[in-house]
């Protein structure tokens, strides 16, 4: 079972889309527009086989040092076979290539994300000058980092988590 991680195309965002959706249903994954898909294709990397989707996983930039891992979806049929490790593997190769040192996610996988050396954070992770501008970031990702109290309803359950590359 053979299959390879490369960086997303346009034609791939229905594809994402797609797998997006049972995970929106059951309320494990915020929906998103295809429009801001579209206009974040650039951050993504997707898995295929025989050129069908099985997972996909986004880098988001957030400050000078620091991304988010986001959008890390591995179709059911394909769990436990190394596809979200080698997405997360070239997520985080993609961000020391824009020199980075800081990886953070919002997940549900505690265990998954403890393996590939990620540990759970508390409120402060950042010096106050840059909480102080990241605030005015219109991104509902950076809110969940900051762990803003208008995000929480959608945080719940979720562990706040960051690597050190």
């Known amino acids: 079972m053979s299959y390879t991680v490369r960086p997303a195309r346009s034609a791939d965002i229905?594809?994402?889309?797609?797998?997006?959706a049972p995970?929106?249903?059951?309320?494990?994954?915020?929906g998103k527009d295809l429009a801001v898909l579209y206009g974040a294709?650039?951050?993504f990397f997707v898995a295929e086989q025989d050129g069908q989707l099985i997972?996909?996983?986004?880098?988001?930039?957030?400050?000078?040092?620091?991304?988010e891992v986001r959008t890390l979806i591995v179709r059911d049929d394909w769990l436990r076979h190394?596809?979200?490790?080698?997405?997360?593997?070239?997520?985080?190769?993609?961000?020391?290539?824009?020199?980075?040192?800081r990886l953070f996610c919002l997940t549900f996988e505690v265990d998954?994300?403890?393996?590939?050396?990620?540990?759970?954070?508390?409120?402060?992770?950042v010096?106050?000058?840059?909480y102080s501008q990241l605030l005015r970031s219109?991104?509902?990702?950076?809110?969940?980092?900051?762990?803003?109290?208008?995000?929480?309803?959608?945080?719940?359950?979720?562990?706040?988590?960051?690597k050190s590359l």
């Open 127 to 130: 010096d106050p000058d840059v």
């Open 14 to 20: 229905l594809g994402i889309h797609h797998l997006l």
């Open 55 to 67: 997972g996909c996983g986004a880098l988001h930039v957030m400050w000078e040092d620091l991304g």
């Open 82 to 101: 190394g596809v979200g490790r080698a997405i997360v593997e070239r997520l985080e190769e993609r961000a020391e290539e824009l020199g980075l040192t």
């Open 138 to 162: 219109p991104d509902e990702g950076v809110a969940e980092f900051l762990d803003l109290a208008h995000v929480k309803p959608n945080t719940l359950g979720n562990t706040r988590m960051l």
């Open 23 to 30: 995970l929106v249903d059951r309320r494990i994954l915020l």
């Open 112 to 125: 998954f994300f403890t393996r590939r050396g990620f540990e759970p954070i508390g409120e402060q992770v």
């Open 41 to 43: 294709v650039q951050e």
